[in-house]
């Protein structure tokens, strides 16, 4: 089996392309990326001379270049994790959040549908339903609701993939996660920042007072969602994943300070995100039931192994921060 990967030089996808190495070693994994700010090839650095690892720099924007590599490497299925992914950079800037996450999808569900692709995963996220109250949680029928730039592009984007099996028969099987901690997380999102900061002794920034609640999984366990989902899962399908870890974020900060032996004073309580999503909660029910789905990870044995990466690892966030990580791709690819 050939997949086409994209988005595998991000955090979810860098960490699915080395699962999908492991647990299915026979497949051949093209990994087609932009290498974003948030795209790291170093990440990726014990895959080099691997000859069932094919990177290719590029956009999902550009149908002729996915034309081509689908022909080249026969492609059969797709998983799809390409997209700008950071809510606060779609409040600032949503331009490339609709040309990547709604455009960028378009053009892939078109050439997986000319190509005849068996099948294409579409890696979505809990944040199409919007926002909970105090109880409750979301089911694959709850209603789409985005709030932010970025969420209304992945609900686009979801969408589309659906659009494009009801009206064109591709087979499409959509995912919507929570939110995903572990190792290889940009610096940018709640738990990386905060480990990040903490460890500068600088402040840490908690957005309104604290009391958001996400539902929070392992990396890990969300590639082994996702491999399920494209072997196992009915075509037209959408399958939540989540792991049932609700916490507050100030929750997750207190954790973090204690973990790290530093003081609670580096709290530091900013201005809300606008627009700030209250609750996120998954009823995985589903996938558990149908697929057999079930986390491996605890949430905290999950952080605390997390936080001990970052600690153990500071020399991967320090060249992300310096920007140096840009540089790898350089020496390692655009000299060949
Ligand atoms: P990320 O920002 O870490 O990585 C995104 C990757 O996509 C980067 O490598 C980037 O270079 C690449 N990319 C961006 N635009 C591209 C383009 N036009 N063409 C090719 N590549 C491009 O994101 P992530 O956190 O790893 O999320 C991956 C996917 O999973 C996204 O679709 C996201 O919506 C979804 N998701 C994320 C979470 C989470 O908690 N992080 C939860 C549920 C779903
Ligand atoms: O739920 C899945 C989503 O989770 C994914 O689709 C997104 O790609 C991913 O970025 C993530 O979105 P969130 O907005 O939930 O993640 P983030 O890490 O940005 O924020 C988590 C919570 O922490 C949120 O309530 C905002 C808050 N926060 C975040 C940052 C960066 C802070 O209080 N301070 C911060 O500095």
């Keep these: 089996m050939n997949v086409l990967v994209t988005g595998g030089c991000g955090f979810i996808g860098s960490n699915l392309v080395k699962y999908l190495r492991r647990a299915r070693p026979e497949w051949t994994i093209v990994n ?4 974003t700010y948030a795209g790291n090839l170093e990440t990726l650095k014990e895959l080099e001379g691997d000859p069932q690892h094919i990177f290719v720099r590029g956009d999902v924007a550009n149908r002729e270049l996915v034309d081509h590599l689908m022909a080249l490497h026969g492609i059969d299925a797709v998983m799809h994790l390409a997209a700008e992914s950071h809510v606060d950079r779609s409040i600032l800037g949503p331009d490339a959040f609709v040309k990547t996450n709604v455009l960028g999808t378009q053009h892939l569900l078109e050439a ?4 005849g692709i068996k099948r294409f995963l579409m890696v979505s996220t809990d944040e199409v339903y919007g926002s909970l109250g105090p109880t ?5 029928h709850s209603p789409l609701q985005p709030s932010s730039p970025y969420s209304a592009s992945k609900t686009s984007s979801d969408l589309l993939a659906l659009a494009w099996h009801h009206t064109y028969g591709l087979d499409v099987v959509v995912t919507r996660c929570s939110n995903n901690y572990g190792r290889y997380q940009f610096p940018e999102k709640l738990i990386p920042l905060m480990v990040v900061n903490a460890l500068h002794d600088k402040p840490l920034p908690v957005y309104g007072d604290g009391a958001n609640v996400r539902d ?11 491999l399920v989902a494209l072997e196992k899962g009915r075509a037209g399908q959408v399958y939540n994943i989540g792991g049932n870890s609700e916490r507050r974020n100030i929750d997750i900060v207190k954790a973090i300070l204690g973990l790290l032996g530093k003081p609670e004073s580096l709290i530091k309580f900013v201005k809300d995100r606008p627009g700030h999503d209250k609750r996120y909660a998954i009823d995985p029910t589903k996938i558990r039931t149908e697929l057999g789905w079930t986390p491996a990870h605890t949430f905290e044995q999950g952080i605390q192994a997390t936080v001990r990466w970052y600690v153990d690892n500071a020399a991967w966030w320090e060249r992300v921060m310096s920007g140096a990580y840009r540089q790898y791709f350089d020496t390692q690819y655009k000299t060949r």
Excluded at 216 to 226: E, G, P, R, T, Y
């Design 32 to 35: 087609l990326d932009k290498l």
């Design 216 to 226: 929070w999984l392992h990396v890990d366990d969300h590639c082994s969602a996702l």
């Design 112 to 115: 997986s549908r000319e190509r």
């Design 136 to 140: 409750g949680a979301f089911t694959e």
